[in-house]
């Protein structure tokens, strides 16, 4: 299966900022998708990230909210914006293999304060 | 969506048990996945199990598509297990996550 390596993974910031989290992914992937747990819950999908296009946002997430960058195949970063206390949360990022289903970053966990 | 329910949501063991965790989703799916979650967040592939039995070790995990649920067994359970066990299921492009079954395992 595909190794992804996210970063940072871990972060406090404050309210106001924005903290862009990187994947690195060790093979070329034709979709990355980012995730949100928020505390105690289980995995939301944020977006689905295409190389060369514009990210897909799901029902609730905005662009200007979370932009996405997709230069190429094997990369792909998440920016959270603005951030507020509510932004707290795991943030990971996921590609689908054929043969293997999905694997997972090992996550960034921000608190902002 | 897909609707994609786990129980028990919470369980307790003594080290050494056994458990049986379940899954249940309300339509035909493409795929199913087990992921532990261990306390720092990481989430690791347990299983990928669209139908049948597959083992690894002391985990095993069973899934009939055709009932629409699937088990995940931990046997001589130890600390090491605990956190947090999920199930997600992929339909087409979409990966729907269950809710979670938290697991401690107590020395």
């Known amino acids: 299966s595909a190794v992804i390596s996210q970063k940072p993974s871990r972060d406090i910031c404050q309210r106001g900022t924005s903290l862009t989290i990187q994947c690195q992914v060790d093979?070329?992937?034709?979709?990355m998708f980012w995730y949100r747990q928020q505390p105690g819950q289980s995995l939301t999908l944020i977006a689905t990230?295409?190389?060369?296009?514009?990210?897909?946002?799901e029902s609730g997430f905005v662009i200007d909210k979370f932009p996405i960058s997709r230069p190429n195949l094997t990369f792909s970063t998440l920016t959270v914006s603005n951030m507020s206390p509510e932004d707290s949360s795991i943030y990971l990022c996921?590609?689908?293999?054929?043969?293997?289903?999905?694997?997972f970053g090992s996550g960034t966990r921000l608190t902002v304060v | 969506g897909i609707q994609v329910e786990q129980s028990p949501p919470d369980l307790i063991l003594q080290e050494g048990a056994n458990s049986t965790l379940r899954c249940n989703f309300s339509?035909?799916?493409?795929?199913l996945q087990w992921f532990h979650q261990n306390p720092w967040g990481q989430l690791i592939n347990l299983f990928y199990i669209p139908s049948g039995t597959k083992q690894n070790g002391r985990l095993s995990a069973t899934t009939v598509a055709t009932e629409r649920y699937s088990l995940l067994y931990i046997s001589s359970s130890q600390t090491t297990d605990s956190g947090v066990y999920f199930c997600a299921i992929s339909r087409g492009n979409q990966f729907y996550f269950g809710t979670g079954t938290s697991l401690t395992v107590i020395p």
């Open positions: 339509d035909s799916v493409n795929n």
């Open positions: 093979s070329q992937v034709t979709m």
């Open positions: 996921s590609v689908r293999g054929m043969d293997y289903g999905y694997t």
């Open positions: 990230a295409n190389q060369g296009s514009e990210a897909t946002y």
